[in-house]
């Protein structure tokens, strides 16, 4: 054995056999099963020690998340829960968030968002005050139509200009009333 060889063989037989005398275990193969398991983060990583899933508390929001991950490290999955429910997200393979799922004023919601980094909302379906609501938003997240139910418990359907206070004023309105159907048309 060569004098180079002694000095990597000589150091590995030390910690051998220093682990073999105090039982350390370098690798255990062994299944165990736990009762309990106390922690504030779990990190689930694939062969090359990316993160696919993690289950942690965030302190500064006060809520606790799952989130998942694709080979290449980006979420594509979330879990929340928060003060007022919960929500899942799901995200395209940039990261950017493209379906909603979360409780919105104590009922559900369904968002669609145009997958950007702007995330902007191009579809909602809500629980309304009346019933079911769907909105219909353009590329800059304004509200362009609403369908849905009235105070009478019966539909609507509201056409609008697709900027700020556009929404405020409805171009077209469709509702139906105790007394039959009205047109409204903006001039």
Same mark, same amino acid.
């Given at each position: 054995?060569?004098?180079? *060889?002694? +000095? =990597? =063989?000589y150091?590995?037989? +030390?910690?051998?056999? +220093?682990?073999?005398i105090t039982? !350390? #275990? /370098? /690798?255990?193969?062994?299944?165990? =099963?736990f ?5 504030r983060e779990?990190?689930v %990583?694939?062969d090359?020690g #990316?993160t ?8 500064? &929001?006060?809520? /606790?998340?799952? @989130?998942? +991950?694709?080979? @290449?490290?980006t979420? !594509? !999955? ?7 429910g ?5 995200f $395209? ?8 799922l979360? $409780? *919105?004023?104590?009922?559900?919601? /369904? ?5 950007? $980094? ?17 909105? %219909?938003? #353009?590329? *800059?997240?304004?509200?362009?139509? =609403?369908?849905?139910?009235n %105070?009478?418990?019966n539909?609507?359907?509201?056409l609008?200009?697709?900027e700020?206070?556009?929404f405020?004023?409805p171009?077209i309105?469709?509702? !139906? ?6 047109i409204? &048309?903006?001039d």
């Open positions: 054995m060569s004098k180079y *060889e002694r +000095f =990597i =063989i150091p590995l037989l +030390f910690i051998a056999l +220093f682990c073999a039982g !350390v #275990n /370098v /690798v255990s193969a062994t299944q165990q =099963i009762d309990k398991i106390v922690a779990i990190v %990583v694939n090359e #990316n696919v899933a993690s289950l942690k508390y965030d302190q500064a &929001k006060r809520d /606790v998340g799952f @989130e998942l +991950f694709n080979d @290449e490290g979420r !594509v !999955v979330s879990l929340l829960s928060y003060d007022d919960g929500a899942i997200g799901v $395209n393979q940039d990261g950017h968030l493209t379906v909603a979360q $409780n *919105e004023d104590n009922a559900g919601s /369904v968002f669609l968002y145009n997958g950007t $980094n702007k995330m902007t909302k191009l579809i909602g379906l809500r629980s309304g005050l009346y019933g079911g609501v769907m909105e %219909v938003n #353009n590329a *800059e997240g304004l509200p362009t139509g =609403i369908m849905g139910n %105070v009478h418990n539909g609507y359907i509201g609008f200009r697709g700020l206070l556009g405020l004023s171009q309105m469709l509702n !139906v009333t105790a007394d039959g159907a009205s409204y &048309k903006a």
